[in-house]
């Protein structure tokens, strides 16, 4: 991290990047608390999160030993695969793959 307490917005989690980090989490099935550590969230911030995820189709929510467990659909992986796609083409390239302009 740069020595100012200052982000750059290359820095910054976007509400996008928030979503695929939730839904790789809940990938196989994850309690509430568990995704909110593992995605360093608030209450309050997952809640939001979570609801809008279950009512768009990308978590679906099951009752285990009385407990609700989220889990990713196939809607929410195919939302993972994309992002993952999106952010690989936004990478500086690799230096053997940049572009040589010959003047």
Known sequence: MKSS???TLWERRDRLGIMAE??????GGRLK???MYGVNLSFSQLKEY????????????RVENRKRVYETTAKGIQYIESYN???NLLR?????EAPILLV
Do not use: C, D, W
């Open 33 to 35: 608390t568990q995704i």
């Open 85 to 87: 796609e999106m952010s």
């Open 5 to 7: 307490n200052v982000q």
């Open 22 to 27: 939730i839904m790789e989490l809940a990938n």
């Open 92 to 96: 500086k390239p690799e230096s053997a």
């Open 50 to 61: 979570l609801s809008f995820l279950t009512e768009m189709g990308f978590l679906r929510v």
